[in-house]
């Protein structure tokens, strides 16, 4: 059982940075597919980034401000977000698939493994 654990969030103001971290036990991270989803009040839970096969991928309103690596030695997963704003306020989840398609990725419900969260706010 695959078993995933966010950290790294806080406040931060306008145009500040934090990296998140999501740390793996259980299960060789370097074999699933992992992604990066976000939660604000009362809204869905939205795709943010995802590696698949060595690809990595956005959604646009984080390009260019966000970066998404792994690190297999560490079994760890990380998001280095800079340039935050306001509306990147949201709880930040971890998420792990092994068989996962690509038509898939940016969908909530496909996704098998989760990590409980961690809450990152952006003050302006």
């Known amino acids: 059982q695959l078993q995933l654990v966010e950290s790294g969030g806080g406040l931060v103001q306008t145009g500040g940075s934090l990296r998140l971290s999501c740390a793996a036990s259980g299960r060789t991270l370097r074999t699933y597919s992992v992604a990066w989803f976000r939660q604000s009040p009362g809204k869905e839970r939205e795709f943010v980034a995802v590696s698949k096969n060595g690809n990595i991928s956005y959604r646009d309103s984080v390009k260019g401000r966000f970066t998404l690596s792994r690190d297999n030695a560490k079994n760890m997963v990380s998001l280095q977000m800079n340039g935050l704003k306001p509306e990147d306020t949201a709880v930040y989840y971890c998420?792990?698939?092994?068989?996962?398609?690509?038509?898939?990725?940016?969908?909530?419900?496909?996704?098998?493994?989760w990590g409980q969260g961690t809450q990152v706010t952006v003050s302006s």
């Open positions: 998420t792990a698939d092994s068989r996962i398609i690509t038509s898939e990725l940016r969908n909530t419900s496909a996704w098998d493994y």
